[in-house]
Nanobody, 124 residues
């Protein structure tokens, strides 16, 4: 059974940093792109960042570009999201997901495995 487990969320003040991690079990995803999405209360789930299968190509939402960095460790079947200069508007539940293919995508329909999410709260 495939499972994606996110960790690293929490409460942080504006301007602070958090590092999210996502560990995949049940199968390896070294040939799949992976991504992070987030969902704030009352809003649609939105794309944050994605990384291709080998980790050399990344994609970011404009709202996080320059502040967030996605990375992956295929040896450990994990993906990370380093979040710096956090803002209150970054508050959301963050989800990692596995793409159906090798190339990064920003659309939810491109992903077929999802984690349960980890809460990130940024206070002003």
């Amino acid at each position: 059974q495939v499972q994606l487990v996110e960790s690293g969320g929490g409460l942080v003040q504006a301007g602070g940093s958090l590092r999210l991690s996502c560990a995949a079990t049940g199968r390896t995803f070294t040939m799949n792109a992976m991504g992070w999405f987030r969902q704030a209360p009352g809003k649609e789930r939105e794309f944050v960042a994605a990384i291709n299968w080998i980790g050399v190509s990344t994609l970011y939402a404009d709202s996080v570009k320059g502040r967030f960095t996605i990375s992956r460790d295929n040896a450990k079947n994990t993906v990370h999201l380093q979040m710096n200069s956090l803002k209150p508007e970054d508050t959301a539940v963050y989800y990692c997901a596995v793409d159906k293919g090798m190339v990064s995508h920003s659309t939810k329909a491109s992903y077929d495995y999802w984690g349960q999410g980890t809460q990130v709260t940024v206070s002003s």
